[in-house]
């Protein structure tokens, strides 16, 4: 699988700005992405292997491999011939649809992709038949709750997961 070299200024092999659907045959492709949009969040917040192996930052190919064979579709944000993002949602039996997996290079945001991923996720959802779009997220990151509430999202409840050091909010949007 090719991944594109971070400080590459064009990837020739992808046609300009555009989200599209891959496979699990891009898993290594998604990795990287999910990866390295969450590194700079893992530093932020002090999340290390030792304290929150499962974080996004520490994801692993053969872990997007496992959410691909329990369903998950996967979406790459392409700009000027580079990937820049990625989007992962499920579905369940309630009709509800979760964004799993979002996110942005920080080199490459506030440019308006990660709006484009979550207006992608809610196409999605809205095709799909489901009631709500969810997505989870760390309670403290006051930065991405505001992000997310300015696009219609709203706080529903916020749990703690034994294996996370932080707790994470639960957000909605209601497509009924």
């Known amino acids: 699988m090719y991944i594109p070299d971070p ?11 555009q989200i599209r659907k891959v496979f699990v045959e ?10 390295n949009s969450f590194t700079d969040v893992a530093r932020r917040f002090g999340l290390t292997p030792e304290n929150c192996s499962s974080h996004q930052s520490y994801i692993t190919e053969d872990a997007v ?9 996967f979406f790459i944000k392409v ?7 990625c989007l992962g949602i499920a579905f369940d039996d309630a009709n509800i649809c979760s964004i799993v997996h979002i996110g942005v ?9 990660g709006t484009e991923l979550v207006e992608k996720a809610l196409g999605e959802a809205k095709i799909y038949g489901a009631k709500c779009l969810s997505v989870g997220i760390m309670s403290d990151d006051i930065q991405l709750k505001k992000w997310y509430e300015k696009r219609g999202f709203v706080e529903k409840e916020t749990k703690q997961p ?7 909010a639960f957000l909605e949007y209601s497509l009924e």
Request: with cysteine; hydrophobic share 30%; charged share 30%.
């Open 7 to 17: 400080n590459s200024q064009r990837d020739t092999r992808i046609p300009n700005s």
């Open 26 to 35: 891009d898993a290594a492709l998604v990795a990287f992405l999910i990866k």
């Open 65 to 73: 491999k496992d959410d691909f064979q329990k369903g998950t579709h």
């Open 79 to 85: 700009d000027r011939g580079i990937s820049v993002g």
């Open 105 to 113: 290079l920080s080199g490459r945001r506030c440019h308006g992709f």
């Open 162 to 168: 034994d294996d996370f050091p932080f707790s994470v």
